[in-house]
């Protein structure tokens, strides 16, 4: 007769493998929904153009058959793939706060620039790329990196220092921590984000 072995609660790495999954497929969702909605409402803008020339004449009417079939148009330019450059791993200890435990976050980061010629450029940046991403994260505790919207923040703060670092001006004051300015970084990317 074969021994029983007790079933063990799941590791914290686990959980946070789920939770990391977890906040992956709700960003890509969130990025689908932006992409349609902007679709849509250009679609609109385009559709209220030219409706408000044709208001004053009479309307034209077609049969069904010879109706255009409806097009989508996207922000993105679907027809040339995203060019991402990958980042070595990132281990940073974060600042503990008094009477706290010191924690650690481990983090692969990818980045999306607009084309090949920015991507390669980036490589002869790379220490000083990797310098101002180490000091965004070591100014970070373990109450900044753990709650559901902490990711989108350390990104947006990232993609700004980046881009300043790189001649894009600050935004105003006032301007929200999302709206990042336009440069030639478009997008910081966590493929991995593990606290400890």
């Known amino acids: 007769m074969a021994a ?29 929904l932006t992409v349609i909605g902007v679709g849509a409402l ?61 924690h650690y976050l481990q983090t692969d980061i990818s980045l999306r620039v607009s084309d090949q010629k920015t991507a390669e450029a980036l490589k002869g940046w790379m220490p000083e790329i990797r310098n101002r991403i180490n000091l965004i994260l070591t100014s970070k505790t373990l109450q900044d990196v753990q709650d559901d919207m902490s990711h989108e923040t350390v990104q947006n703060e990232i993609l700004r220092g980046l881009n300043t670092m790189f001649g894009v001006p600050h935004p105003p004051p006032g301007t929200p921590e999302t709206q990042a300015p336009l440069g030639p970084v478009q997008g910081v990317l966590f493929i991995s984000f593990i606290v400890q």
């Open 4 to 32: 029983e072995t007790p079933v063990s609660a799941p590791t914290p790495a686990k959980r946070s493998s789920k939770l990391l999954l977890i906040i992956l497929l709700v960003a890509v969702l969130i990025l689908i």
């Open 42 to 102: 250009l679609m609109m803008k385009k559709g209220a153009g030219g409706n408000a020339a044709a208001s004053h004449e009479a309307p034209a009417v077609s049969p069904p058959s010879a109706a255009p079939a409806p097009t989508f148009t996207s922000a993105v330019d679907l027809s040339k793939p995203p060019i991402f450059v990958q980042l070595d791993p990132f281990t940073v200890n974060l600042r503990a706060r008094e009477n706290e435990d010191n």
